[in-house]
Structures are given as structure tokens and as C-alpha cells.
């Protein structure tokens, strides 16, 4: 199915069967990162969860998945695996798995979406917001002190200036935190629009169901 935001379409769709195979892997990932405290590198570690299996859907046909969290699933389980992905591009993440057997739904939160469908910059306009807010501070006092300079005779445009200018940078933060959380609250409504009509929850969540958000 297809959900439209904004001027894109969310595409969502699901793959329901039965589950074999399943396999539950946890890696150890190493990184160097530098402290500027200390002025050295150091190692650090980081856990990296998997599962994965093969689904065998009832026209017999079978799809290998994977979800990158340790969920609850043995073999022979009925499961559905929903992915997601925008219409203009080739590319689908998942982004909930339903265990019928246990009813439960791992489904991962809309700000974690928001990051594997690159989904920011169409509520946030990009960066250029926040940069024009920026270049407001220094070109108002800069502007006000040309053009009203020989007026006053005074440092007094250049202040105004500066706080036309730091009003601007303001105004535009709160403009850009508002528009990102409705483009958040957007993208989550329409997740949940989608995991629901995959499952055919008409009636929203069904009694007995258990939901896990999950973060990546």
C-alpha cells in the first residue's frame, strides 16, 4: 500500500509464513574513538543484534529476512515481517515483525525510521534554516551600521542590527523544532496507518497483543 506525506508516497508491505531456520546472532563490533580530553585514542565496543530467518510463504514460495534486533521467534511460528520504503526509490527497510504465535509486534520507533529513510530533511527544509539564522546575526549589524551608520553617528544601528539578527536566529530554531516534530508526528501516523492495514487491524491494536518499540 501507499501512504502519501507531504509530496511523497510511504510505501509499505508485508510477507506472512511460516518461519524456519531462525538463527539469533549478537557481534561484537570494535572502534577507535579519540578523547579530546585526554588527547588520545581509545577502543570501544559496541553490541550488534540480529535475527534471522526464512519464511515460507502458503503459495510456497520462501523469502530469507532479517531484523536487525533479537526478537522472540522459533521455528515453525506463523510471522509477517513489514518493510517500508518511499515510491521514488528502490530501496525498503523493516520496519516491524508480528510473531502470531506469541502476539507480539517488535516495531521500531518513527525517529528511528526517520533515519533509515532519510526522512529529516523533507519537514526540516534541508539545512538552509538554520544556516540562513546563523548568517542573520552577523549581516544585520553589518547592514544597519552602512546604512543607518551616518544617521546616528553610533554604534547604535550595529546593536540593533545584531538583535534583529538574533531575534531572526531564534524565530527560525523554534520554526525549524516545530516543523520537524509535526513531520515527526506525520511519519509515525503513517506508520501506524500501514503496520495496522498489513496486519488487517481494523480496530487498531487487538486485545492481547503486546507491542515493543525498539531503537536502532
Same mark, same amino acid.
Request: glycine share 10%; aromatic share 10%.
Given at each position: &500500500?501507499?501512504?502519501?506525506?507531504g509530496?511523497?508516497?510511504? /510505501?509499505?508491505y508485508g510477507?506472512?509464513?511460516?518461519a524456519? #531456520?531462525?538463527?539469533?546472532n549478537?557481534?561484537v @563490533?570494535? !572502534?577507535?574513538e579519540?578523547?579530546a580530553s585526554t588527547k588520545?585514542?581509545?577502543l570501544t565496543?559496541s553490541?550488534?543484534h540480529?535475527?534471522?530467518w526464512?519464511?515460507?510463504?502458503?503459495? #510456497?514460495t520462501e523469502k530469507? *529476512?532479517?531484523? #536487525?534486533?533479537l526478537?522472540?521467534?522459533r521455528?515453525?511460528?506463523? /510471522?509477517t515481517?513489514?518493510?517500508?520504503?518511499?515510491s521514488d526509490?528502490? $530501496? @525498503?527497510?523493516?520496519?516491524?515483525v508480528f510473531n502470531a504465535?506469541?502476539?507480539?509486534l517488535s516495531v521500531y520507533?518513527?525517529?528511528? &525510521?526517520s533515519?533509515?529513510?532519510?526522512?529529516?530533511?523533507?519537514?526540516?527544509?534541508? *539545512?538552509m534554516?538554520p /544556516?540562513?539564522?546563523?548568517l542573520? /546575526?552577523p549581516?544585520?549589524p553589518?547592514?544597519?551600521s552602512i546604512k543607518?551608520?551616518? @544617521?546616528y553617528r553610533?554604534?547604535t %544601528?550595529?546593536w540593533?542590527?545584531? #538583535?534583529?539578527?538574533l531575534?531572526?536566529?531564534?524565530?527560525i530554531?523554534?520554526?525549524?523544532k !516545530?516543523?520537524a516534530a509535526?513531520?515527526?508526528a506525520?511519519l509515525?501516523?503513517?506508520l501506524q496507518t500501514?503496520?495496522?492495514r $498489513?496486519?488487517?487491524?481494523?480496530d487498531?491494536? %487487538?486485545s492481547?497483543?503486546?507491542v515493543k518499540?525498539l531503537?536502532?
Amino acid at each position: &500500500m501507499s501512504i502519501p506525506i507531504g509530496k511523497r508516497n510511504l /510505501v509499505v508491505y508485508g510477507i506472512s509464513g511460516t518461519a524456519y #531456520g531462525v538463527k539469533q546472532n549478537t557481534d561484537v @563490533v570494535y !572502534r577507535e574513538e579519540y578523547s579530546a580530553s585526554t588527547k588520545r585514542a581509545h577502543l570501544t565496543h559496541s553490541n550488534r543484534h540480529s535475527t534471522t530467518w526464512w519464511i515460507k510463504q502458503p503459495d #510456497g514460495t520462501e523469502k530469507e *529476512c532479517r531484523f #536487525g534486533q533479537l526478537i522472540p521467534l522459533r521455528d515453525g511460528q506463523d /510471522v509477517t515481517i513489514i518493510y517500508v520504503g518511499w515510491s521514488d526509490e528502490d $530501496t @525498503v527497510t523493516p520496519v516491524a515483525v508480528f510473531n502470531a504465535a506469541t502476539k507480539e509486534l517488535s516495531v521500531y520507533t518513527a525517529r528511528s &525510521m526517520s533515519i533509515s529513510l532519510d526522512y529529516g530533511g523533507s519537514f526540516t527544509n534541508g *539545512c538552509m534554516l538554520p /544556516v540562513l539564522g546563523f548568517l542573520a /546575526v552577523p549581516v544585520f549589524p553589518f547592514w544597519a551600521s552602512i546604512k543607518y551608520g551616518h @544617521v546616528y553617528r553610533s554604534e547604535t %544601528p550595529a546593536w540593533i542590527g545584531f #538583535g534583529v539578527g538574533l531575534t531572526t536566529l531564534i524565530a527560525i530554531a523554534i520554526y525549524t523544532k !516545530r516543523t520537524a516534530a509535526r513531520g515527526m508526528a506525520r511519519l509515525d501516523a503513517a506508520l501506524q496507518t500501514g503496520i495496522h492495514r $498489513t496486519l488487517n487491524w481494523t480496530d487498531g491494536i %487487538p486485545s492481547g497483543v503486546t507491542v515493543k518499540t525498539l531503537e536502532k
